[in-house]
Each structure stands twice: as structure tokens, then as C-alpha cells.
């Protein structure tokens, strides 16, 4: 079956500090790879997203790209805020099938 | 557009009390998602409908029930709550499977 699996949190950084958070997963087919954030009290939205191979999705500075040949679609912002401290989550979806696969998601801590 | 909407925003019941919490999506999607966020476990998907008059279990159904009243509005109903059931609940929608999924802000519930 499906799975997501990205690095434990917290993760504490310092402002303007280089953000990366992994994730891998394992899928059938070629499945669309997400990225959601979840700020404090609220649902989750969408990030940033990659239909296929190669792909690189990019939104407010974050960015991560679809690399099928290491199975990752890491996340990665040059420089933080302290305003994204929020928990991210890692998903994919496969061609035809209606459950999404979600990760455990990171949280991360920015410092002023 | 409101997106994805959900009633109430918090709740506390006592043991063995039943309700109804309300979700309605404005976007026209086709399936419907109700999950569970629990510290440390991420999100668990309870019921979802991957179209009008459709329902199926997610991994955790138990004690929970769902009815899809048209292509807008998807609620899940406790029929008898327990503490276990304490939780944050969201809703979510999309359009077509591999597609993005929009959530709903959440109904925190409490039972004592």
C-alpha cells in the first residue's frame, strides 16, 4: 500500500535560517505529491503541489520538488519566519483512488 | 466562495450523549472527508464519499456513522460518545481523486 513518511519534529529553528524537511514515500503508480500547513488552531491548507516527475511546486518561498528516482519530494525555504511556525504535512494521492495518504506531519518552531 | 464550512467550532458532551457534526462544501466537489487529529497520530481518516450517495469506512469507523444528504452537506454523527472520542475533527473536500483536498477549520470536541 501507500505510505508517507517525514522527519520528526520539532523542528527549531532561528529566523532567516534554511528550512529543510524530508519526506519520502512509497506509492503505486505516479502518484500527485502535496505538501499541506497547518497554523495553530486552524485546518489544513494546501502548500504547494507536484503532479508528476520533475515537477518543482513553489508557494510563498517554500519549495520542493518530485524526484521519482529517490522516491522524495523534500520541503525547503532559504529563509524562515518567525510567521511559519505551523505543523506541515506530507501527502500524495494515486490515480484512482479517492483516499489520500497522509504523513505524520512536522512541526516547526521559528525563534526570532 | 466559503470553502468548506463545519458546525459547531467546539463542543463538550458527557458519556453517552449522541450529536451530529455538519459539513458543507460551496465548490461543487464530488467526495467528502471526515478525519480525526489526535497528538502524535496525525490525521485518521473516519468515513469518506467519493461521491453523492456513496459512503465507505476510512481506518478508524468505529463508533461513528455518516450520511452524505446531497452533493453539498456530509455530516458524521456519535451515537453514543466516549472520552476515546475527544478530538479535533475536520472535513475536506475535492474534486477528482489526485486532486488537491480542502479542509474545513476544525470542531474541537471534548467528552467528559
Known amino acids: 500500500g501507500n505510505s508517507v513518511t517525514q522527519m520528526e519534529g520539532p523542528v527549531t529553528l532561528s529566523e532567516e535560517a534554511f528550512l529543510t524537511i524530508n519526506c519520502t514515500y512509497t506509492?503505486?503508480?505516479?502518484?500527485?505529491l502535496f505538501w499541506y500547513v497547518q497554523y495553530p488552531g486552524e485546518g489544513l491548507q494546501l502548500l504547494l503541489k507536484?503532479?508528476?516527475?520533475?515537477d518543482k511546486g513553489s508557494n510563498k518561498g517554500f519549495e520542493a520538488t518530485y524526484r521519482k528516482e529517490t522516491t522524495s519530494f523534500h520541503l525547503e525555504k532559504g529563509s524562515v519566519q518567525v510567521s511559519d511556525s505551523a505543523v506541515y504535512f506530507c501527502?500524495?494521492?494515486?490515480?484512482?483512488?479517492?483516499?489520500?495518504?497522509f504523513g505524520r506531519g512536522t512541526s516547526l518552531i521559528v525563534h526570532p | 466562495n466559503a470553502g468548506v464550512t463545519q458546525t459547531p467550532k467546539f463542543q463538550v458532551l458527557k458519556t453517552g450523549q449522541s450529536m451530529t457534526l455538519q459539513c458543507a462544501q460551496d465548490m461543487n466537489h464530488n467526495s467528502m472527508y471526515w478525519y480525526r487529529q489526535d497528538p502524535g497520530m496525525g490525521l485518521r481518516l473516519i468515513y469518506y464519499?467519493?461521491?453523492?450517495?456513496?459512503?465507505d469506512k476510512g481506518e478508524v469507523p468505529n463508533g461513528y456513522n455518516v450520511s452524505r444528504l446531497n452533493k453539498r452537506e456530509f455530516s458524521l454523527r456519535l451515537e453514543s460518545a466516549a472520552p476515546s472520542q475527544t478530538s479535533v475533527y475536520f472535513c475536506a473536500s475535492s474534486a477528482v481523486d489526485r486532486d488537491t483536498q480542502y479542509f474545513g477549520p476544525g470542531t474541537r470536541l471534548t467528552v467528559l
Open positions: 506509492a503505486t503508480g505516479y502518484p500527485s
Open positions: 464519499s467519493a461521491s453523492e450517495g456513496t459512503t
Open positions: 507536484a503532479t508528476k516527475a520533475d
Open positions: 501527502a500524495l494521492r494515486s490515480g484512482g483512488s479517492y483516499i489520500p495518504t
